[in-house]
């Protein structure tokens, strides 16, 4: 298997994470990943807010509803990356969207996010994606602009443990040839 490959199937959502900082290789490995990340004609609507401070950790973690287990990664994790993007830009050309679908953003952060997570598992470290979490708040607790929107967070950490792989669909199971 390709080390590519063993990074795809290795990466898992971590909740705890051990007691260690991350270092700025690390960190700038990581946001290197992002920079590098396709988006939608190389608009780079994404913006990273990279939150170390235990205090702002605590408050972004209050946005998280206590049944969301990815909640559980924020007390533990030394940094969560916030990944904000800029509105009205991917999806749009001279100022009119031009997707079914509207603001591509979320496309773009997904790329950027996946990005995140395969360059931090490839370095040692775990993350989660949390989507689920009040979106208004954290954005008050980080000062986004008008224009921007908060899409994501993402706790990242050295893993207090190993997660096993759910079970995956077979590739027949979602593959359709020439018509669904």
Not at 72 to 95: T, W
Not at 111 to 126: F, H, P, T, V
Not at 140 to 146: A, D, T, Y
């Amino acid at each position: 298997m390709s080390a590519f490959m063993e990074v795809i199937k290795g990466r898992r959502s971590i909740r705890k994470f051990e007691d260690r900082d991350l270092t700025e290789e690390q960190l700038e490995r990581i946001l290197e990943a992002v920079r590098w990340s396709p988006s939608w004609a190389n608009t780079q609507c994404w913006e990273i807010v990279v939150v170390r401070d235990p205090e702002v950790k605590g408050k972004l973690h209050e946005t998280v509803p206590k049944t969301n287990p990815a909640g559980k990664g924020f007390p533990s994790a030394p940094a969560i990356l916030v990944l904000c993007a800029k509105l009205h830009s991917s999806g749009y050309y001279k100022g009119e969207v031009t997707t079914k679908f509207g603001d591509w953003f979320l496309f773009d952060l997904g790329i950027a996010a996946q990005s995140i997570c395969l360059s931090a598992y490839a370095q040692g470290l775990g993350t989660v994606i949390v989507g689920l979490f009040d979106h208004d708040a954290a954005r008050g607790v980080l000062g986004v602009p008008e224009g921007y929107e908060v899409a994501a967070m993402i706790p990242v950490g050295v893993p207090a443990q190993e997660s096993k792989a759910p079970k995956r669909r077979e590739i027949e199971e979602f593959t359709h040839m020439d018509r669904f």
